[in-house]
């Protein structure tokens, strides 16, 4: 059973624009949410975070939205940029019993035209 | 110098042969992680260590066992390898959280390839 789903393989922009990743999850015992971009050939590396009590987080040109009554979160870049072509994963977290392990997306692996 | 190094970055191994992956971080982290990545299923995780006397098992551990050698080395055993423990592994590290929630570090991965 998938707890943190994905449901767009890939995503095209252009440079330029707005590239919103979108991230759905089905447990509501979740409190945090981050993602990670990754490229080819290295580990992921952490990007953005967001806790429950929250729902806007904002780092330079990356935003994350959570709506906790949908269960959906979501990643803005603005504007894009072709570095910043790369596969994003979204995790989500219960912390408590289990200890803050993280439920990993299936990824979207984002391309930025320049 | 990059803080957590996995070794090797590459194998290609036999179905029945055992093989180990080692990690090793200078973060200075108790908390370690082995996941393995699949493609259309994303990282899951394999097995976890939250200091050397504290190992616990993930959602996929069967055909895999860890050993925490110190706080700073975790290492993933295949004890027989099969073909569809053909993957990308990675391991990650993180530090006890404070009021904040804990965020993971990975390393560059080793991509396995069972024949």
Redesign the interface.
């Known amino acids: 059973d998938q707890q ?1 789903k ?1 449901n767009s ?1 890939s995503l095209s922009v252009q440079e330029g624009r707005i590239s919103i990743l979108n991230c759905d999850y089905t447990n509501s015992m979740f ?2 949410f ?1 993602w ?1 971009k990754k490229y080819p ?6 990007l953005i ?1 967001i ?1 429950s009590i929250k729902d806007k987080n904002e780092d330079g040109r990356f935003t994350v939205f959570l709506n906790k009554s949908a269960k959906h979160l979501s990643l803005h870049i603005v504007p894009s940029q072709p570095g910043d072509s790369a596969v994003y ?1 979204c995790a989500a ?1 219960v ?1 408590g019993n289990q ?4 439920i ?4 979207t692996e984002l391309s930025v035209k320049p | 110098d990059a803080d957590v190094t996995q070794t090797p970055r590459n194998r290609i191994t036999k179905t029945g042969k055992r093989i180990m992956l080692e990690c090793s971080q200078t973060k200075g982290h108790d908390r370690m992680y082995w996941y393995r990545q699949d493609p259309g299923l994303g990282l899951r995780l394999i097995y976890y260590s939250f200091d050397v006397k504290d190992i616990n098992k993930g959602e996929i551990s069967d055909g895999y066992s860890v050993s925490r050698q110190a706080q700073a080395k975790f290492s993933l055993s295949l004890e027989s390898a099969i073909p569809n423990q053909t993957a990308l592994y990675f391991c990650a590290t993180s530090e006890v959280p404070g009021q904040g929630q804990e965020t993971q570090y990975f390393g560059p991965g080793t991509r396995l390839l069972v024949l």
């Open positions: 943190v994905q393989p409190d945090y981050l990670y050939a290295e580990g992921p590396t952490f975070s806790s994963f977290s912390w200890g803050g392990k993280l990993f997306g299936q990824g």
